[in-house]
């Protein structure tokens, strides 16, 4: 339904060059499915968010919607066509607070959206609606009453989430929807989440940095690394066998809740920091901090290459990994035993 | 009577949020609490009933009656502020003077408010290429020392009330569109606009119903406090001979006619010069007191510090 065909965005900085927020990123989202897309700050997530919600143009790329190119067509008219586009796709941002206007009240917020699309037709049919968006989100009628700062984190998610329904889009992206969540919270909007997709047939981009909240929701998971998509696939195979090393590290980041099985867990994290992404290093982005890195790996960037039992999907980008057909998790601990018995 | 001195920009008032709703006299009652705050309405209130008796003709003297055998006299019960050179009533001509003077700065600082608040937003919304020229157009009205500036401007459209708030104008709105500016660039870089943005919601409803709401804080401060600088601004264009014409009562005009009989008739000078400053200081208060109650700090129990006023038009912001 979605697909997302070689986006780059790149931002011209004074001083500092060009930054590549993304690179030739690619990857299709179908009907009622979730991708969850994850990645250390700056990898490009949320460029990518902004991207898709057409909050900004990208350098190069398309965005197709069922077939059709988004970005057609000049920027976002103020026709009715482009607003009925722009309604398709909508954003749930990740600070609930910013988020609202803080002088609105929730039926303000809720109904102005309403108004400016005419999905309501008088002032009657404008309160049921936002009755029936709270009660979609598990909030009571008297919420709409309230003002933004009258509630709790988790209750300005929920009118965040109502207020991106409140269009009746087709696929929500969730930019880091639940990191600013206590943990408590989190599991209750995760669910509210899971209802939503189920009864409104919803198709999510989940983005986050938590690989192991994004295993909860995602059925496939993109990994990213400095603006390029380094390894795609069912987010079972990514999140249990991964094949790129980054995406093994970020997974062993991820703690397991039984303390005997955690301290038993190889540590297989890696070192430093993301480059600066208006210097990207040459050949593998990632070859400056991978402990598998080889010669070919400062030299040739490594194309996404499908991995694994044909017709899985599960695609990579990684020169170790190809040639050695196997997946980076084992490569790892290999490559650990060898140094540690040196 | 500085008046060569430069008009004030307000201290930055944080827009914060709203502590449930704030209507006008929900915000008067607060600004009522601070002891300041209320010798400000109190003498803004006087200050404008003095006003509208002094054009209500319920006075026993007119303001331009003349009344030739009683020149000069001191203040008495039948002339409560004593008469000057030409035995008009400077009671009738104090209380016509703080109309004039009022009315003066009333309407050109709200016509300065909206054109300058009008820029400012705009600019900080927009930012590019709009920014820059009107940037450019404040930081050239910001290079004439106001009073000149105003000078010049009533020189070229010729005297008169109108004029003179036309001059007033334009040397404010500058102000107001700096002070708008600020606020309107973190506004407009905040979340929720970007929210109404993926949302569809169209870009002029968005600056009406978003962005002029959470600045319009510090641009109602600004607005007492470029009343009282106003008031003053008239009141040297009059001195000077370009503001209100004679006979027509005016304070700047009333002190100026007053300076040679200062050392006989002390009662000329005085009273018009009190009113002056009755006016500013009332303006000020106001001003102060408006601020603390639109302060979100204040809601949270902490008392801000009363910060001096910057006397120097910096180029802030």
Request: charged share 20%.
């Amino acid at each position: 339904m979605i697909e997302v065909r070689d986006l780059v965005k790149h931002y011209r900085t004074r001083g500092r060059g060009t930054v590549h927020a993304l690179d030739g990123v690619s990857f299709s989202v179908g009907r009622g499915e979730t991708l969850g897309l994850v990645g250390e700050s700056g990898c490009g997530k949320s460029t990518a968010a902004r991207l898709l919600v057409q909050l900004e143009r990208p350098t190069s790329g398309q965005i197709l919607l069922d077939g059709r190119d988004l970005l057609a067509g000049g920027h976002r008219s103020r026709s009715g066509r482009g607003r009925r586009r722009s309604r398709t796709i909508q954003l749930v941002f990740q600070d609930p607070y910013a988020s609202l206007d803080p002088r609105q009240r929730v039926g303000d917020a809720l109904g102005e959206v309403l108004t400016v699309h005419r999905l309501v037709s008088d002032a009657a049919g404008r309160r049921r609606r936002i009755g029936e968006l709270l009660e979609m989100v598990g909030l009571p009628a008297g919420t709409a009453d309230r003002y933004p700062h009258q509630l709790s984190g988790g209750q300005r998610q929920r009118i965040g989430i109502a207020r991106a329904l409140a269009v009746e889009p087709a696929v929500l992206v969730l930019d880091e929807a639940l990191s600013a969540l206590d943990v408590s919270v989190r599991a209750e909007v995760m669910n509210l989440l899971a209802r939503l997709r189920r009864e409104l047939g919803l198709t999510y981009i989940f983005i986050s940095h938590d690989l192991g909240m994004v295993r909860h929701i995602a059925d496939r998971i993109a990994v990213m690394y400095l603006g390029q998509v380094v390894e795609i696939g069912s987010w079972d195979t990514v999140s249990d066998a991964p094949a790129h090393p980054y995406t093994a590290a970020l997974n062993s980041a991820v703690p397991v809740a039984d303390p005997v099985v955690e301290a038993a867990r190889p540590a297989l994290t890696v070192r430093g920091e993301v480059p600066d992404a208006a210097r990207p290093p040459g050949g593998c982005r990632f070859h400056p901090r991978c402990p598998l890195a080889q010669p070919i790996c400062s030299s040739v960037n490594p194309a996404l290459e499908p991995f694994g039992p044909a017709g899985t999907g599960h695609r990579v980008s990684c020169h170790v990994v190809e040639s050695a057909q196997r997946p980076a998790s084992d490569l790892l601990l290999a490559h650990r035993q060898e140094h540690s018995g040196e | 009577m500085s008046t060569s001195a430069p008009p004030p920009i307000a201290e930055p008032v944080e827009s914060g949020p709203p502590t449930g709703r704030r209507s006008p006299t929900a915000l008067l009652r607060r600004v009522w609490r601070d002891p300041g705050g209320r010798i400000g309405i109190v003498l803004m209130v006087l200050m404008i009933l003095l006003a509208l008796l002094g054009v209500s003709g319920l006075l026993p003297h007119g303001p331009i009656d003349q009344a030739p055998q009683d020149r000069l006299q001191g203040p008495s019960g039948r002339y409560w502020f004593g008469t000057d050179q030409f035995g008009r009533d400077i009671a009738a001509r104090t209380f016509a003077g703080i109309f004039t003077s009022l009315r003066v700065s009333v309407v050109s600082v709200l016509a300065a408010a909206v054109i300058g608040t009008f820029l400012g937003v705009l600019a900080g919304f927009l930012g590019g290429w709009v920014d820059q020229v009107i940037g450019r157009l404040i930081d050239i009205l910001f290079a004439f020392p106001a009073i000149l500036l105003a000078l010049a401007l009533v020189s070229a459209l010729g005297s008169g009330w109108v004029n003179t708030a036309i001059a007033i104008t334009v040397v404010y709105a500058p102000i107001f569109a700096r002070v708008a500016r600020g606020p309107t660039l973190s506004v407009a870089g905040s979340e929720y606009i970007r929210a109404g943005r993926v949302l569809g919601i169209p870009t002029s409803r968005l600056l009406l119903r978003h962005v002029l709401p959470n600045v319009a804080a510090p641009i109602v401060v600004q607005v007492t406090l470029a009343l009282s600088w106003a008031i003053l601004t008239e009141s040297a264009l009059s001195f000077l001979g370009l503001g209100t014409q004679a006979p027509d009562a005016s304070l700047g005009l009333m002190v100026s006619d007053a300076r040679n009989l200062v050392s006989t008739a002390w009662w000329t000078l005085v009273f018009p010069a009190a009113a002056i400053v009755l006016l500013v200081i009332g303006l000020n208060l106001l001003g102060d007191g408006l601020r603390s109650a639109l302060d979100p700090r204040q809601t949270s129990g902490t008392r801000p510090r009363r910060q001096r006023l910057t006397g120097t038009r910096g180029r802030t912001s």
